[in-house]
């Protein structure tokens, strides 16, 4: 249990933690840091924090832990603005989609500023393409992978910490490098978002009057943020450019087949893409997917 | 309003259509067709049919109006089938995900056989990567646009009939062409099939515990039967191709503004992803897409 907790970016991510950790009673205070006023006092009538301030310095104060969960490329400046101010061996993580990068500003800033706040990165499997703490729910990490990605610099103890914090809100923890980390999700997540992207963008308008659920389960992820999504995919360029590459030959292969006519071939492409989906999809309850 | 309705093939598509058809009163009676006695069963027991039948000889006899629901390969010669011993002047559709060949040889077939039956093709946009009259719902068509694709032989009269029964059971009806339905349906449903299984099968394994809602979502509908895809894509074989290298431009323009970190580049395009996606996914209640 944390006295208090300390969330920078009270949006869908942050929001949601807020709740959790207020439901689950693993922090009996929560306070949100953000820009916007109103948004802040939105995210109190939600419950999703007790308190809110506009100032970084003064929220992280009291904090025993501080999560950071902006756009990925102000994350390491802010893990650093509250590791100054906060106490001595302060714990902090982040909910950032990306890691190696954010992991590496990070460390070596931290041994710049010879401080002792402990930095483990963490990255919830569990966004949507809704954004906003209105969208905030208690349960979002229920039963959802979360990876954390200690650096060279973390103490078995941060780690510890930080892997019990998302089990408290309910998620199955996973520990990667954050390479490795980097490499999974671009496969899993960042790959996804630019083919339904470029599904999206390719449709020709005169046909989107007849479009079914296929295309919209198919596309659903291309409503994400524009400018978040450059970020991520910026921050993670070559393991994304290596799985665009995977995906073109698996891609090319459905076109042979299908323009050889060799259906044998074709049929088992189509298998294999069934089988993968058929397998993660038992594992996941319908009703969790997100709308 | 028909006095009998004959569905041949009682699955996902031809359950929902004998469960619409009575609960409207659009059908007094509707017959079932099937090879297999216990789904058919199933499907009375479900109220998708009033009666089954093995034989199709003798399920059409009565028909003022047929159905067939197979998969693409084999609606032609149930059209066919059905034509010969049905009334003269009885009405035949389906719903085949593809048109060009079926209209063709369907017209082909009728002239050979110098019958009076009249034949309108319609594609329901509303399946689902589930099969089976189980899944089967009276409102699967409510608000789902259905394509009707008149053949150089229909008449006037047959093509709105089979629009008014579709209107009956609450789709929006589109009237194109048999090869300009092709053309769009490979850009909004087969195309998106192909690159969701291209999707799901290059996915490493390793990395399936991680998965999130992203994935879920942008795969879902590669879980649906390879059999019934593989003659889908294969009858549509010259637009589908023509629809993946559409799509392969899109995405090889995202991946060189990525690989040559333009940003403002990479963020239009994600843009013009959102844009296609928002547009067409107001019009869409989040309730009504198909889990």
Request: charged share 20%; net charge negative; with cysteine.
């Amino acid at each position: 249990v944390f006295s208090t907790i300390t969330i920078v970016g009270v949006g869908l991510i942050g929001g949601s933690m807020g709740l959790a950790a207020r439901r689950t009673g693993i922090a009996q205070r929560v306070i949100g840091v953000g820009r916007d006023q109103a948004k802040l006092q939105q995210a109190i009538k939600l419950g999703a924090i007790n308190e809110a301030s506009t100032d970084l310095a003064v929220a992280v104060r009291d904090a025993d832990l501080m999560v950071v969960c902006t756009p990925v490329n102000s994350i390491a400046q802010f893990v650093l603005a509250a590791a100054t101010h906060a106490k001595p061996q302060a714990l902090i993580t982040d909910a950032g989609s990306t890691k190696a990068t954010i992991v590496k500003e990070v460390e070596a800033g931290l041994q710049k500023l010879d401080c002792q706040a402990q930095f483990v990165g963490s990255h919830p499997m569990a966004g949507s393409e809704k954004n906003g703490a209105e969208h905030a729910r208690a349960d979002l990490f229920e039963g959802r992978a979360v990876i954390v990605t200690p650096g060279e610099h973390s103490s078995h103890e941060s780690v510890d910490s930080i892997e019990g914090f998302w089990q408290a809100l309910g998620a199955n923890v996973f520990r990667l490098s954050p390479s490795e980390h980097d490499r999974a999700v671009a496969a899993i997540s960042h790959v996804p978002h630019v083919v339904a992207s470029a599904l999206a963008a390719g449709t020709p308008p005169e046909y989107f009057p007849l479009v079914a659920g296929g295309w919209l389960d198919a596309t659903r992820i291309a409503a994400g943020d524009p400018e978040l999504w450059r970020q991520i995919l910026s921050q993670n360029r070559s393991h994304v450019l290596n799985g665009i590459a995977a995906f073109e030959k698996v891609l090319a292969a459905l076109r042979d087949a299908l323009e050889s006519e060799n259906d044998t071939q074709l049929r088992n492409l189509l298998q294999a893409g069934k089988n993968a989906r058929d397998v993660v999809g038992s594992r996941h309850s319908p009703a969790r997917n997100p709308g």
